[in-house]
Structure formats: C-alpha cells, structure tokens
C-alpha cells in the first residue's frame, strides 16, 4: 500500500509538471505583429517586376513586334543616292570583262601611247526601283512575322504565368516548411517533459532504466527531425528570394494567413483549354506556318520592277591623251541623264529552291498541328489532375481537425496511463508519433487546398481567381 500511496502521489506531482510544461508543448500559432508581412500576392508582383525570366520574354516580344515593321518596308520602292569622284588615267579597253573588283573603264583605245597623266571622274545621281505587283508574296511575308509576334505575345503570357505559380508555389512552400518547422519544435518540446517525467519515475525506481534510454532517443531524434525541418526552411526560403528575383537576398518575415483558413467555395469554372496562353501561342504558331506556306505558294513566279535613275558625269578628260588641268571634271554636271524601265525577274534555280521549300514547309505546318494537338491533351489532363488534387486536399482538410483532435485526447491519455504505470513507454511513443503526425496533417491541409487552387489556376490559365482568394491582387 504504501508503495501505491506513493506511486499516486509522484503521479500526482507529475501530472501537474505536465499539464504546466504540457500546455508549452503545443505548436506555437504565428503571433501577430504591428506590420503585415510579405503577402503572397505582394511575392507575385515582385517576380512578374524583377524576375529575369518574365523580362526576357517581354524585350523577345517587343522585338517581335518590331519585325513586323521590319516586313512591311518591303512594300517600299529601293531608292537612294550614289556618287563617286576618282583619279586616274584614261586608260580604257575594248570588249567584255567578267564582274571585278578593279575599277571599270570603258571607252575607244587611243592611237597614241599614254604618258601616264590623270584627271578627275565624277558621277552622281538617284536611283528607284520598286516591285509592282507580288502575287500576294509581301502580305503573306508581314501575316507570318504579325503571327510570329501574335505568338511571342502569348507566350510571354505564358511565361508570366509561369513565374507567377512559382512564386505562389515557392510561397507555399516555405509557409509549409515553416509550419513543419513548428511542428518538430513542439515535438521537441513535448519529448523534453516526456524525458525528465521518465528520468523522475526511473530515479524513483517506479520505471525501469530502459524507459530512459527510449526516452532519450526519442528526444534525440526529435531534435534531428527540427534540424531537418529547419534546413528545410532555409532552402525554401532561398528558392523563394530567386523566384522573386532577388536571389541570395533575405527576406521579410511572410504573412501566414493562408495556414488560418482554407477557400470556401470551389474556384470559378475553368475556360476552354484552347484559350490557355500555352495553348494560344502554339495557335499562332500554326497561323504562322500556313502564311510561310502562302508565301511559298508565289515565291517562284516572275517578279516584276519599274526602275528609274537620274545621273550626271563629270570629267577631266578632253580626249585621249588630253587632260584639263586642275580640278575639271570633280563636279557630276558636264553631263545630265536620265533613264526610266521596266525589268522581269524570273529564276529558274528559285523555282526548283522554292519547290523544295514547299515540301519542307508542309512538314513544318503538320508538326505544329500536332503540337498543338499535344499541348491541348497535356493541358485537358493537367486540369483534371488539378480537379482530382483540389478534391483531396478539400477532404483532407476536413478530416485532419478530427484526427488532430482525436490524436491530442489519445496522447493525454496514453501520458496518464504512462504516468500512472497502466502502459509501456512504447505506447507512449506512439501517442507521441501520432499526435506530430495529425499536428502536421492539420497544418499542412489548408495549404494543401491553397495548392489545388494554384494547380486549377495554372491549368486554366488564369492565377486572378487563386490571388483574389488568397487576399487580392
């Protein structure tokens, strides 16, 4: 009896160091602050400004842009000017000569041997030469690279869309390691009072010595399970400053509001797949293909000009052998000219190129229309897995307040039956193992449905209704 008396009273006592040391042991809700911390929306905005990648792909549209202006001076006539002034003799030759990089002469050989004196050359004048009709080449040619553009733009959509869900997605990440962070300290926490519970019982020889080198492992290992949750963090909180575009820099502390309280209605119907920016930049990929392959379609037949020039000459030459003295002939006016005609332009080696170009093209057109059929497929299954994962973490988020809740009575209990000398330590331990568990099930599960929201929103396309739910935008 008297060891029983005993025994009740340590328990009592301990009991009562539990339920003081007990009520430390719960994982710490973030305490709330005068300043509002970094929300995720505020993370989104900061990677679509800085982030490397969303800015690549607005200075590659911005250029894409820019080659339509490029293809429409194609409707321009070539015009420019062109003068020359040279020294030389009068040295000329009589018949043809192949194209060279010597200077052409011309003229009647003299009859007398040349002394080897110089005069001065001049010519100036404006060119025009100007493309009447294409058969629809040039339209087709400023269509492709309008579609180019059209295509650049959606992809920088897409690509912003892509920064911003990795920016949502990193945030996600570091609230969940800090949630699991929490989690490991309160186990920590609890298996330190469980620790020095045993060592009383075991000093007190109600426990056997086995009991304290379990619960000494335990501790240990709980405190290797915080050093793992604790590197977990850091590296979260790495990848989010680089996905911010800040990478390397620290910081500030995130607002943890979404770990409160999940959505309460089901995001928005999604749109169409074919209107997703993935799937809208491949669309005018396709329109691009098909208006090279109408460019093709003329690009070997006759090409017609109207050309016109305006020249002057000017030389020092009086006759051969007979050169005027200083600066004769450096003004382009001893002789006016003019010309005006018409040229055809008709290849038959552009024929047989642009016949193979075709072929080409034909397959380019085939593989874009099947990537596009590829795109659609991959985005209509993303969202159905997206549906499937919103579902499951909507389910799981209802389910884990029961089981935290059952997992919280059952570790009280397997304490007082520990305490009171009812069950082994190993019971214990597992109570202990099964309330971190339901602790961090809880934690995580409104993130959980957070994430199914991101997944929804990416897969249609469309982050606004995700940022508006988690605190605007």
Same mark, same amino acid.
């Given at each position: 009896m008297a060891s029983g008396c005993r025994r009740c009273l340590i328990g009592g006592a301990v009991a009562a160091m539990v339920a003081v040391l007990g009520g430390m042991?719960? !994982?710490?809700?973030?305490? !709330?602050t005068g300043r509002r911390g970094l929300t995720l929306a505020e993370a989104v905005r900061r990677a679509l400004a800085y982030y490397p990648g969303a800015l690549v792909a607005a200075r590659n549209a911005a250029a894409a842009r820019a080659q339509v202006g490029v293809a429409r001076t194609s409707y321009l006539p070539v015009t420019g000017i062109t003068a020359q002034f040279d020294r030389g003799t009068d040295n000329a030759v009589l018949g043809p000569t192949f194209p060279s990089p010597l200077p052409a002469i011309s003229g009647t050989v003299p009859t007398k041997d040349y002394f080897g004196g110089s005069a001065w050359t001049s010519a100036a004048g404006v060119y025009f030469n100007w493309e009447l009709f294409d058969f629809g080449r040039r339209a087709a040619n400023v269509n492709f690279y309008r579609d180019l553009a059209a295509q650049a733009s959606q992809h920088e959509q897409y690509v912003r869309l892509q920064v911003a869900a990795h920016a949502a997605d990193t945030f996600l990440n570091v609230l969940a390691? =800090?949630?699991? +962070? =929490?989690?490991?300290?309160?186990?920590?926490?609890?298996?330190?009072?469980?620790d020095q519970i045993v060592r009383v019982l075991v000093a007190q020889q109600l426990r056997p010595g086995a009991d304290a080198s379990r619960a000494d492992a335990e501790l240990a290992g709980a405190r290797i399970r915080l050093a793992g949750t604790v590197q977990a963090a850091e590296r979260a909180q790495a990848a989010l400053a680089e996905a911010v575009g800040n990478a390397g820099a620290a910081l500030p502390a995130l607002d943890a509001g979404l770990l409160a309280a999940a959505p309460s209605s089901a995001p928005p119907a999604a749109p169409d797949v074919a209107l997703h920016p993935q799937a809208r930049a491949q669309q005018q990929a396709v329109a691009a293909s098909r208006q090279q392959g109408k460019e093709l379609a003329v690009a070997d037949r006759p090409r017609f000009y109207l050309l016109g020039a305006a020249y002057g000459r000017g030389t020092g030459v009086v006759a051969p052998g007979d050169l005027a003295a200083g600066a004769t002939g450096l003004s382009p006016t001893g002789a006016g000219n003019w010309a005006v005609g018409a040229g055809l332009d008709f290849s038959f080696t552009r024929l047989a190129q642009v016949r193979r170009q075709r072929a080409v093209q034909r397959q380019q057109l085939a593989a874009a229309q099947a990537q596009y059929a590829q795109i659609v497929q991959r985005l209509a299954a993303a969202r159905r897995q997206a549906a499937a994962d919103l579902a499951a973490a909507e389910q799981v988020s209802k389910d884990s307040p029961i089981e935290l809740q059952a997992a919280q009575m059952g570790e009280a209990q397997a304490r007082a039956r520990y305490q009171a000398g009812l069950s082994a330590i190993v019971d214990l331990a597992n109570a202990e +193992? %099964? %309330?971190?568990?339901? =602790?961090?099930?809880d934690a995580l599960s409104r993130l959980q449905v957070w994430r199914g929201w991101l997944e929804m929103g990416f897969a249609a396309g469309d982050l606004q209704p995700f940022l508006r739910a988690a605190g605007g935008y």
């Open positions: 042991a719960r !994982p710490a809700a973030t305490p !709330p390691a =800090q949630a699991e +962070q =929490q989690v490991a300290q309160a186990d920590v926490s609890r298996w330190h009072t469980v +193992q %099964l %309330l971190a568990r339901a =602790q961090s099930d």
